[in-house]
């Protein structure tokens, strides 16, 4: 019983558009699903708040308003940012809020880093990581939710990839929710892909978390 109830709150909490203006600052117009953010990206909020010094930041998998993105340029106005996204919808979605919100960052699709051509100090993700085994009915876009090989895929892919693109020092953010994908396993693919944690934050009631990663290269 207490479990749905939290369900229910969490989902209204989620999907209210007072509520999102109220913990990101971020006005919400046109929507494309009703879930506006997660608790992943809540978590990764509440690190971003810490290292808004960064001038240079990717949002990568910036969903349909760029949450992170925006909310980073409103702490940090002085900082360039750039979040992308792989579904042309969300990424026209994200470019309408963006101007609703006038935060003013550069926003386009790209799978992963297709479409990117620069460094950066600080690239932020939160991957789809539910396990492509565990999908119960097909959904409009479904990378934002699931994932092939234990839900660890698109992560591992992001993590070869993401080197390229930081900038000397630079730091990588990755949110992950222990609830479908064990911190053991995350610990595991960091070291393998050649990044070392440097900070896990967490949460209460919050089974997500976020890590802080350099990569060994430095």
């Known amino acids: 019983m207490i479990g749905k109830l939290y369900y229910i709150i969490l989902k ?12 990101w600052g971020i006005k919400i117009d046109k929507f494309l699903h009703n879930t506006f953010w997660d608790l992943t990206t809540l978590v990764l909020k509440k ?17 349909q308003f760029a949450i992170l993105g925006q909310f980073f340029k409103k702490i940090n106005i002085s900082s360039d940012v750039t979040s992308v996204d792989i579904y ?13 919100n006038k935060t003013n960052i550069k926003i386009k ?4 880093f297709s479409n990117i051509d620069e460094k950066f100090d600080l690239i932020s993700f939160n991957p789809p ?6 999908k119960k009915y097909e959904l409009e876009f479904p990378n934002i939710r699931y994932s092939e090989h234990e839900g660890l895929k698109t992560t591992h892919d992001f993590l ?10 630079g730091e990588i953010l990755l949110g992950i929710n222990t609830f479908y994908v064990s911190q053991t396993h995350c610990n595991k693919l960091i070291s393998e892909t050649g990044y070392r944690v440097e900070k896990i934050t967490k949460m209460k009631f ?13």
């Open 206 to 218: 919050n089974t997500s978390i976020v890590f802080r990663l350099k990569s060994l290269r430095y």
């Open 47 to 63: 690190e971003l708040n810490d290292i808004k010094f960064k001038k240079k930041y990717l949002d990568m998998g910036c969903g």
């Open 129 to 134: 990581y539910v396990p492509s085994s565990q």
């Open 88 to 100: 042309e919808k969300f990424v026209e979605n994200s470019i309408n809020n963006s101007e609703l």
């Open 160 to 169: 070869i990839e993401s080197k390229n693109y930081l900038m000397n020092d």
């Open 109 to 112: 699709k790209s799978n992963l």
């Open 12 to 23: 209204f909490i989620r999907s209210s558009k007072i509520i999102t203006l109220l913990i």
